[in-house]
């Protein structure tokens, strides 16, 4: 259901409509629950947030339980692509986590880093001049935080993978008040994500008959990665 969901949208299919219905039918149960038994969690929260001194509404709970439940399968799932496809192409690199796995959380912020992948779009508030850019209140901008990444004034050889690099901050996560509330979450999974696919797989590669096929837009990530091991 995800999959066709994210599908419809990247294609704008006419599909895009009774996906969302169907996700948020399903998660509606949950929404109500929280708020007649709200627990320690963030939908709980949610519901005994205001915006703007308006108390939060079933509407507003759909939209933010459809946002959480897309969210962290979208991006996850790229970053997934994007690092497995280094790795697979880097052999000394993948020889040196197998041998230290204790460096595969600096491998994943240096991966994030090299390979930023999304594209968060933004509602200009009001009119204003951005570095000599006139942008008018309700036109759209689209944050290229890829680029943002791979700023060689921030980061030396930018577009160089390097374990090693000292600073491995980074804008894949956005920053300020629209920073990713999953940030950690996805951190871990994909920890866990490449450990397991080590521990797990013998030596693999890039399978020369099947490249990698890309697909650009909101998310930057993979369509096809075929792997080859001996």
């Known amino acids: 259901m995800v999959t066709t969901l994210l599908s419809s949208i990247d294609k704008g299919s006419a599909e895009t409509i009774p996906q969302i219905i169907r996700i948020v039918d399903s998660i509606r149960d949950a929404l109500l629950d929280r708020r007649n038994n709200p627990q320690d969690d963030l939908i709980s929260l949610l519901w005994q947030t205001k915006i ?13 339980g459809l946002l959480l439940f897309i969210a ?7 970053a997934i692509g994007l690092g497995v496809r280094h790795i697979a192409e880097d052999q000394a690199l993948q020889a040196q986590l197998r041998d230290n796995p204790d460096l ?3 491998a994943v ?3 994030l880093r090299r390979y930023s992948f999304v594209i968060p779009r933004r509602r200009v508030a009001r009119d ?6 006139t942008m008018k209140k309700g036109e759209q901008a689209l944050l290229f935080l890829p680029a943002a990444d791979l700023d060689s004034r921030e980061f030396p050889d930018a577009e160089k993978f390097d374990l090693s690099r000292e600073k491995k901050s980074h804008l894949v996560f956005n920053a300020g008040p629209h ?12 920890q866990i994500l490449y450990a397991e696919l080590l521990a797990r797989l013998p030596q693999f590669r890039l399978a020369p008959d099947n490249p990698p096929v890309y697909h650009g837009g909101h998310i930057i990530g993979l369509d096809t990665l075929h792997l080859i091991w001996d």
């Open 52 to 64: 703007d001194g308006i108390p939060t509404s079933l509407e507003d709970m759909e939209n933010y």
């Open 72 to 78: 962290g399968l979208d991006t996850v799932m790229n």
């Open 104 to 106: 595969i959380p600096d």
């Open 109 to 111: 912020e240096e991966l």
């Open 128 to 133: 204003t001049v951005f570095q000599g850019v």
């Open 179 to 190: 920073r990713c509330v999953g940030s950690h979450l996805a951190r871990l999974e994909l």
